[in-house]
């Protein structure tokens, strides 16, 4: 890797790093859980994303703030039943959906829902099979979208790297 990548790449986790420990303070982890892990998984996304793109460092920290704030704002609205049906609906699309399939939730109580969507599917250099997927949550009527990748584990179940 280059020393660019590196330099990015540290970037990202020091500015990740930053945000979700200015979030991990006193009683916000324990009282809003959801909302510090949507604000954590947002920020490292927003800057992946950024660097994706080509941004320079401040592109990269825009992009680290700007997912840490919509990450958290998704995390914050989503219940636990929300989640426990989201979590369901993925493991349903890694196991059985084809690609460019979508298996969606809804939650009646909350009216919120989402889909999530295989987009392709490969063997990984280590053995495991992992699928990349596209996400849609809805929650009051925005949708926010992200994309990811999930593998199968030793015991058969698929978890969501990074």
Request: one cysteine or more.
């Amino acid at each position: 890797m280059s020393r660019a990548g590196l330099r990015t790449i540290a970037i990202i986790v020091s500015v990740a790093f930053g945000v979700s420990a200015c979030a991990q303070t006193g009683e916000t982890v324990r009282n809003n859980p959801k909302t510090t892990m949507g604000g954590m998984l947002g920020a490292a996304s927003g800057g992946l994303i950024a660097a994706a793109a080509g941004g320079g460092a401040a592109g990269i920290v825009g992009g680290v703030l700007l997912g840490g704030l919509v990450g958290g704002a998704v995390g914050n609205a989503l219940d636990q039943k929300d989640k426990q049906m989201a979590q369901q609906a993925a493991q349903q699309a890694f196991e059985n959906a084809r690609s460019g399939e979508a298996s969606a939730w809804r939650n009646p109580d909350s009216g919120n829902s989402g889909s999530i969507t295989p987009t392709r599917t490969y063997q990984a250099p280590s053995g495991q099979y992992c699928r990349e997927y596209q996400q849609d949550i809805i929650v009051g009527g925005e949708t926010q979208k992200s994309h990811g990748t999930a593998c199968r584990q030793p015991d058969g179940s698929w978890r969501i790297q990074g």
